[in-house]
């Protein structure tokens, strides 16, 4: 997959890019990054890519001629194209595993008070990482990539992604690792009896608890399989949900 970000501010990027699963994946050619900075594509002595909003109010806003031009630079019949933008899609985990299929993910920031209204006409969506308010759109790009380059195979051991948190449709259960006492905190029993049915059995129902209480708009959304409920009633786990 090629990813390329669209920015005035290239260098935000730069420990991210090196660090951790990322960073690994792109060394081994999982993915790969580049950039398009406005400012190249501005039109006067002074390279400025904003201007003041028609109808007055606060703040500048990005021109459409240096945006669009930095995007027909680097766009092919590939490329898919989106936005950061607080008005925008909110991201969850299906949208990025649908990112996740494109060739070209190309990643267009905002800054300042925002773009032309004109250059959504041009691109493929809009996407929001939450509902608040960044200075610029390059923290969310990096966690659309995070989120997207995760996914690629190879990235992360096979299957490793399956039960993790929204990948099912609830939140993930609680995981514990050694000590079995951490100053008298003990591991739940039932993870050191070796019986992996009822393990999996005991993870679904802290699932369906934790998206419970966490998020009910979830839980209200989730379907219970027959093997699920099977599950659950053979190891006595109760769920309103049987
Ligand atoms: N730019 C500023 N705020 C944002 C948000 N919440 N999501 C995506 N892009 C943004």
Same mark, same amino acid.
């Given at each position: 997959m090629?990813?390329?970000v669209m920015t005035l501010f290239a260098e935000m990027f730069d420990s991210f890019l090196q660090t951790s699963i990322v960073g690994r994946s792109l060394e081994r050619g999982l993915a790969s990054v580049d950039f398009v900075n406005y400012r190249d594509f501005a039109h006067d002595n002074y390279r400025h890519v904003d201007d003041t909003p028609f109808g007055g109010g606060n703040g500048m806003v990005m021109k459409c001629a240096p945006v669009m031009e930095a995007l027909d630079s680097i766009r092919t019949e590939d490329s898919y194209v989106i936005m950061m933008n607080p008005a925008g899609t909110p991201l969850n985990q299906k949208k990025v595993r649908e990112l996740a299929q494109k060739k070209h993910l190309v990643i267009m920031c905002g800054h300042y008070e925002g773009m032309d209204a004109r250059i959504e006409n041009h691109i493929d969506e809009c996407i929001s990482i939450g509902d608040y308010v960044l200075t610029g759109g390059e923290p969310a790009a990096m966690i659309v990539m995070d989120s997207v380059i995760r996914l690629l195979p190879g990235a992360i051991k096979e299957g490793s992604a399956d039960d993790e948190s929204y990948e099912n449709g609830l939140l993930e259960y609680p995981q514990y690792t050694q000590p079995a006492d951490f100053n008298g905190e003990k591991v739940p029993e039932v993870l050191l009896s070796g019986n992996h049915a009822k393990i999996k059995a005991w993870r679904l129902y802290q699932s369906l608890e934790r998206t419970k209480k966490i998020r009910p708009d979830l839980?209200?959304?989730? !379907?219970?399989?027959? !093997?699920?409920?099977?599950l659950l009633k053979k190891y006595g786990f109760e769920s309103e949900k049987q």
């Open positions: 090629r990813i390329t839980y209200d959304a989730y !379907e219970l399989s027959k !093997e699920e409920k099977k």
